[in-house]
């Protein structure tokens, strides 16, 4: 039997495959608001075979937004927006559905990655951005508001807000964003975080905020459902937020009751180095895994399902996800499917699609029409 194709639990939830849809921005969201775009985008990548899909790095706050077009889940208007196109979603497709809830901290108010991603200006589409300390993630850019206490406060309480939101909503879990240099990842590097009070220094001392934004997120999301933490395990600088540094961080995020964590890599400084190729950050997901009581998904030029299969049936990592090559290729998972041996679910108007000799892929076959 295919490892990539057992199910697997986390708390009261069941995913019937390894398969994760990664979070991926979409940066076309109006004020925070889901729109068509999303409910075309979700609703496709719900039919792609994937045991989990998660929706893409969605702000808890308005100036926690990477760019203007960021999803977000920070009021009412948000809320409802989401909703409409949730509930389309659920109506063609069982697939279990997370979300990821981000703050991208100095990283906010940049221009979408199709324009440059350049910092945007207070009076031209950009707003004052916030961060552990006044240190810009560029030389050349505005630093951000180092948050005192009432700002610590404001976004810990909008992460709790916007996990309250996700569980009326229905979602069946949540994944806190950790890396990639956004605000959780600038709390935990020595290269971001250059506070003198409880919040900086040691690496306790580094660890505290974003366990503070943990425990508020546990908190309020339903107990039987499952919340996971992506990290960045290394900062591939010199100096920064390691490995060794992240098992320290995945023991504690078990001991606060994070259901996965998420091996990703990088996006705190642009001096990073990074040694990209086919399943780089697998090492990492591996390490990581050997945490007592860990769960752990590989990401990262994941692209081939053998690839995929080895991974889990080595023992790497406990799912893999896919962002890129999902995108690429929206039925990755009955293509893994094939390859493997394994089967997935569809829409029964997808059934004869399948060639003849893939035809188990479904679990079903059906007769053309008469």
């Known amino acids: 039997m295919s490892a990539l194709f057992t199910p697997i639990s986390l708390r009261g939830l069941t995913l019937a495959n390894r398969i994760v849809v990664s979070p991926m921005c979409q940066y076309v969201a109006r004020d925070g608001r889901a729109h068509a775009w999303h409910l075309v985008h979700l609703g496709g990548l719900a039919q792609s075979g994937a045991g ?45 559905i997370a979300l990821q809830l981000a ?50 406060r404001r976004v810990r309480d909008a992460f709790a807000a916007a996990a309250g939101r996700a569980a009326r909503l229905g979602l069946d879990a949540l994944e806190i964003h950790g890396g990639h240099g956004y605000l959780f990842h600038q709390f935990l590097s020595p290269l971001s975080n250059q506070r003198v009070d ?38 591939w600088v010199p100096g920064g937020w390691d490995v060794g540094q992240s098992v320290a961080l995945t023991t504690a995020l078990v001991e606060h009751g994070m259901d996965w964590v998420t091996a990703s890599s990088g996006g705190i400084s642009p001096k990073q180095s990074i040694p990209v190729a086919p399943g780089y950050q697998v090492p990492m997901a591996a390490t990581l895994r050997q945490v007592p ?72 076959t059906v007769q053309g029409a008469r």
């Open 293 to 364: 009581g860990a769960r752990v998904m590989s990401v990262g030029l994941i692209t081939e399902p053998s690839q995929a299969e080895d991974i889990v049936a080595d023992g790497h990592a406990d799912m893999v996800a896919l962002a890129r090559g999902m995108l690429y290729d929206p039925r990755w998972g009955w293509h893994a499917a094939a390859a493997l041996g394994g089967t997935v679910t569809a829409a029964p108007s997808y059934w004869r699609a399948l060639p003849a000799e893939q035809a188990g892929v479904f679990g079903q």
């Open 52 to 96: 989990l899909l998660i929706i893409e790095s969605t702000a808890v706050e308005a100036i926690g937004r990477i760019t203007p077009g960021d999803l977000g889940l920070w009021d009412e208007a948000t809320e409802s927006a989401l909703r409409v196109v949730l509930a389309s979603v659920r109506q063609v497709s069982s697939m279990p």
């Open 103 to 152: 703050h991208a901290g100095r990283k906010a108010s940049s221009d979408v990655p199709w324009q440059g991603g350049a910092q945007l200006m207070p009076g031209h589409g950009g707003w004052l951005a916030c961060a552990p300390s006044a240190v810009p993630q560029r030389p050349d850019e505005t630093p951000p508001v180092a948050l005192d206490r009432e700002g610590l």
């Open 198 to 235: 409880e919040y900086g220094g040691s690496l306790e001392n580094r660890m505290r905020f974003p366990l503070e934004i943990v425990d508020a997120v546990r908190q309020v999301f339903p107990d039987d459902r499952p919340v996971g933490v992506k990290l960045s395990v290394t900062d």
